[in-house]
């Protein structure tokens, strides 16, 4: 059960934040959401594909880290595998929330800091300290007020790019298909990705407002990260070698 309340330096002066990555955490997730503010870092490391928000109907961004809907393969005993965290994972119990504040004489909604007092990262002996001795941020929590930012830009984003590649025809459904034995398939259904012929036969008016919006990169990183499907295939491989030579000793 989530507890969110608004972070300050007094009431949570003592606050900690267990930085480590572990499934005690939550953090065996088979996808989690991205956005195109860190699409440069996910397809580095991540496949990068859409699918509709069941609830809303509207695409958003996903990194396939399994097979599975539990299965993180950069996950292990010992952490997290990547030299990149998406976002939505680093930012850890943190949240954006908004809250009335008077700017000039005007009431407006402003972005601030929540916190899940609730998410098991918390804790009041281990991990990194939210604030200094003398209530200032920390560094940690400057690193996760940067990456709320991202967040937060990424959302906003995230609409117009998909609104942009909708009216351009370029998304396009994709099954994913993957075969390891007879006993063990996988076929990953509901995803999109960007379709490269139609990429291609964009006039150059559409390519240069593309380009214009900023979007363009976009499209051409999430074909990029593609690529990224035969490592993740590799590491399944490992992973289950590793299962059974678990089995075979016990």
Same mark, same amino acid.
Not at 143 to 160: D, E, N, P, W, Y
Not at 206 to 222: E, I, T
């Given at each position: 059960?989530?507890?969110?309340?608004?972070?300050?330096?007094?009431?949570?002066?003592?606050?900690?934040?267990?930085?480590?990555?572990?499934?005690?955490?939550?953090? &065996?997730?088979?996808?989690?959401?991205?956005?195109?503010?860190? #699409?440069?870092?996910?397809?580095?490391? #991540?496949?990068?594909?859409?699918?509709?928000?069941?609830?809303?109907?509207?695409?958003?961004?996903?990194?396939?880290?399994?097979?599975?809907?539990?299965?993180?393969l950069f996950l292990d005993k010992d952490g997290?595998?990547?030299? #990149?965290?998406?976002?939505?994972v680093a930012r850890g119990p943190f949240l954006?929330?908004?809250?009335?504040?008077?700017?000039?004489?005007?009431?407006?909604?402003?972005?601030?800091?929540?916190?899940?007092?609730?998410?098991?990262?918390?804790?009041?002996?281990?991990?990194?300290?939210?604030?200094?001795?003398?209530?200032?941020?920390?560094?940690?929590?400057?690193?996760?007020?940067?990456?709320?930012?991202?967040?937060?830009?990424?959302?906003?984003? *995230?609409?117009?790019?998909?609104?942009?590649?909708?009216?351009h025809g370029l998304i396009e459904p994709v &099954?994913?298909?993957?075969?390891? &034995?007879?006993?063990?398939?996988?076929?990953?259904?509901?995803? #999109?990705?960007?379709?490269?012929?139609?990429?291609?036969?964009? *006039?150059?008016?559409?390519?240069?407002?593309?380009?214009?919006?900023?979007?363009?990169?976009?499209?051409?990183?999430?074909?990029?990260?593609?690529?990224?499907?035969?490592?993740?295939?590799?590491?399944?491989?490992?992973?289950?070698?590793?299962?059974?030579?678990?089995?075979?000793?016990?």
């Amino acid at each position: 059960m989530a507890r969110h309340v608004m972070l300050n330096n007094v009431a949570h002066k003592d606050l900690r934040v267990i930085a480590r990555h572990g499934a005690e955490f939550g953090d &065996n997730l088979g996808t989690v959401l991205t956005f195109p503010t860190e #699409y440069g870092d996910v397809q580095r490391e #991540y496949p990068i594909f859409f699918r509709k928000d069941p609830q809303t109907g509207e695409f958003q961004s996903i990194a396939l880290l399994g097979f599975q809907q539990d299965e993180n393969l950069f996950l292990d005993k010992d952490g997290w595998h990547a030299a #990149y965290i998406p976002g939505i994972v680093a930012r850890g119990p943190f949240l954006i929330g908004f809250q009335n504040q008077d700017v000039d004489g005007q009431l407006r909604r402003e972005p601030v800091i929540h916190v899940d007092l609730d998410n098991p990262r918390i804790s009041a002996t281990e991990g990194e300290p939210v604030f200094l001795p003398q209530g200032g941020n920390s560094r940690y929590l400057e690193r996760i007020t940067a990456i709320l930012h991202g967040i937060h830009q990424g959302l906003a984003v *995230s609409k117009a790019m998909f609104d942009a590649f909708t009216a351009h025809g370029l998304i396009e459904p994709v &099954n994913v298909e993957i075969k390891f &034995n007879a006993e063990e398939q996988f076929n990953l259904r509901g995803l #999109y990705t960007i379709s490269e012929e139609k990429l291609r036969g964009l *006039s150059g008016d559409a390519l240069f407002a593309l380009n214009s919006a900023g979007f363009l990169q976009g499209a051409f990183l999430v074909i990029a990260s593609l690529n990224n499907m035969k490592k993740l295939i590799d590491m399944k491989h490992r992973r289950r070698q590793q299962q059974a030579g678990v089995a075979a000793a016990s």
